[in-house]
């Protein structure tokens, strides 16, 4: 389990990404609105997995 920290940026900007596309997508449905906390969530959704990936990563370097 060894994590490239470019391939680790590249994968949360793609994410990061699909979050603010999917949130401005939705200004084109009748029911829904644009929320910036639903966007602010899943930036911390996103933060919240990076960190995970890297304690996991850290973790397993430290035992081996």
């Known amino acids: 389990f ?3 920290l ?3 940026l590249k ?3 793609a994410v990061l990404l699909l979050a603010t596309v999917t949130e401005v997508v939705q200004l084109r449905v009748p029911a829904s609105a644009f929320n910036p906390l639903d966007l602010l969530d899943n930036v911390m959704g996103v933060a919240f997995g990076i960190v995970a990936v890297l304690v996991e990563d ?3 370097k430290i035992k081996d």
């Open 2 to 4: 060894d994590i490239c």
């Open 6 to 8: 470019d391939h680790l």
């Open 11 to 13: 994968f949360a900007v």
């Open 58 to 60: 850290r973790k397993s």
